[in-house]
């Protein structure tokens, strides 16, 4: 499904035959829309949003590049927002059934182009969103309004080997496999799903310099080192703070290790289940890992990222 470019919108058609166009990672083309690269499903999907989504003030955004640790920032998310309702120790909690995906939908692609969420306006406040799109492409609706976005970034030599695998695992088995030379080349040129890379997280930290009451900046090596303090600081950006009685209970410790890699990664329906677009949950889990760029790097790589 992540493959089909059916369904596309006249509109769509109309605006890609004048967009420049590139081989991209997995099978269909990548086109250059506001100075980021889409393929022809995920660009419906962008103009579909940017027309479509009325952002809240109480709402929550998750923004990424691919392979910066959206699963896990997903899952922390929603794991601290709804910690009432579904306490992170209880043996019912969604995240032990559901792919942290599911609980927290891209805007850009589950709810603008799966309509996975029949009607945005019946959520309840907080709603919990995710998107990668850059700053340039968000729904002015986002900028407007005084709703909290998160941005994660990661090491971008993490990430290309990241997404080098991801790209591979989506890749039809009768195809040849992607070669890390020949991605490390489109990577550099930013020609990457969302890419260029550099651009996205450039962006990003300025509005997180300009507007730092609604744009927290965060790294995935950050959150690495020093999960704990991270996750006490987003839930005060949040505006819900652990109170002093959840620390002492072990609450923020209970988040962190269901939302763990370790526990993920291990259960059931992250082993074996699929998203409705038909990727499998596991490729999402790899190693969640600092430095594993450095298995597959030349020096000459290394100088030049
Ligand atoms: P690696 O391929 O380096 O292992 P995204 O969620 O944005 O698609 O990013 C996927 C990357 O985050 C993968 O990195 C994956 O292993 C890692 N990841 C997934 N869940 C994680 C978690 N709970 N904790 C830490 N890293 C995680």
């Known amino acids: 499904k992540y493959l089909q470019e059916d369904d596309i ?21 990548l086109y250059q829309y506001q100075g980021f690269w889409h393929p ?20 929550i955004i998750l923004i990424t590049s691919p392979k910066c640790g959206t699963t896990w920032l997903k899952a922390l998310a929603y794991a601290v927002i709804n910690r009432k309702t579904n306490p992170p120790r209880g043996d019912n909690h969604p995240l032990l059934s559901f792919n942290p995906h599911k609980s927290v939908p891209f805007l850009e692609l589950k709810v603008y182009v799966d309509h996975q969420v029949p009607d945005l306006t019946e959520l309840p406040s907080p709603r919990l969103f995710s998107t990668h799109l850059p700053v340039e492409s968000l729904p002015l609706s986002i900028k407007e309004t005084g709703c909290k976005v998160v941005y994660l970034a ?12 991801f790209a591979n695992k989506l890749r039809p088995q009768n195809s ?71 620390e002492n209970n072990g609450v923020v410790d209970e988040i962190l290790s269901l939302c763990s890699f370790d526990n993920l990664s291990n259960l059931e329906v992250n082993k074996v289940g699929k998203l409705s677009s038909g990727e499998q949950n596991n490729a999402f ?3 969640g890992e600092v430095g594993n760029w450095a298995n597959y790097f030349t020096q000459e790589m290394t100088e030049k990222i």
């Open 9 to 29: 919108t006249q509109e769509c058609q109309a605006l890609i035959s004048t967009l420049p166009k590139d081989q991209g990672w997995v099978l269909s083309y």
């Open 285 to 287: 889990f790899r190693k």
């Open 40 to 59: 022809i499903r995920q660009l419906q999907g962008v103009l579909s949003c940017q027309r479509h989504f009325q952002a809240r003030d109480t709402d």
């Open 154 to 165: 990661r090491d971008p030599k993490d990430a290309f080997i990241s997404l080098w695998h």
């Open 176 to 246: 040849c496999k992607l070669q890390l030379e020949e991605a490390f080349d489109k990577f550099c040129k930013g020609v990457s799903l969302y890419g260029p890379f550099w651009d996205h997280v450039l962006s990003y930290w300025k509005c997180s310099l300009e507007k730092s009451n609604n744009v927290f900046f965060l790294k995935y090596e950050e959150l690495k080192v020093q999960p704990k303090l991270c996750l006490k600081k987003l839930a005060e950006f949040w505006e819900r703070p652990f109170s002093l009685e959840e």
